[in-house]
């Protein structure tokens, strides 16, 4: 199977981590292509945001491991400069989105991947972005 590079959106991740089997299969058959998962930095901070506040000291232990063997891509100066171009964009048109899902789809656009997300509704406004649902 021919698999497009992505980044994992926090819906998916989410997923991920309670073992959906549908998530878990896809997951499996795109690392069987690719070294290791990609996620935005934001996605980092909403995953680790609620393991905190749920105190999971063992899953934000797990979490960090993880964030390690995998890519976190981060929020540099053309991730902001695209993430700006998407938010006017999606302005004019009245279809914004917020601002976390435009920095994630940002930082794909600025790598050259797609997203790969439960929230397509969100993600597909955004021109040249392949999206793709893992929970499907």
């Given at each position: 199977m021919n698999l497009r590079e992505v980044v994992v959106d926090t819906d998916i991740l989410s997923a991920l981590m309670r073992n959906n089997p549908t998530?878990?299969?896809?997951?499996?058959?795109?690392?069987?292509?690719?070294?290791?998962?990609?996620?935005?930095?934001?996605?980092?901070?909403?995953?680790?945001?609620g393991l905190k506040a749920n105190n999971a000291k063992r899953r934000v232990t797990a979490f960090e491991e993880f964030c390690a063997n995998n890519k976190v891509l981060p929020i540099t100066e053309d991730v902001v400069s695209q993430a700006a171009e998407i938010y006017a964009d999606l302005y004019k048109r009245g279809a914004l989105i917020g601002d976390a899902d435009i920095l994630i789809a940002a930082s794909a656009l600025v790598d050259g991947l797609g997203v790969v997300t439960n929230n397509e509704r969100h993600f597909r406004r955004i021109p040249n972005l392949h999206v793709e649902n893992w929970q499907k």
């Open positions: 998530v878990v299969a896809n997951a499996e058959a795109y690392l069987a292509q690719y070294a290791h998962l990609s996620l935005s930095i934001i996605t980092r901070y909403e995953i680790l945001r």
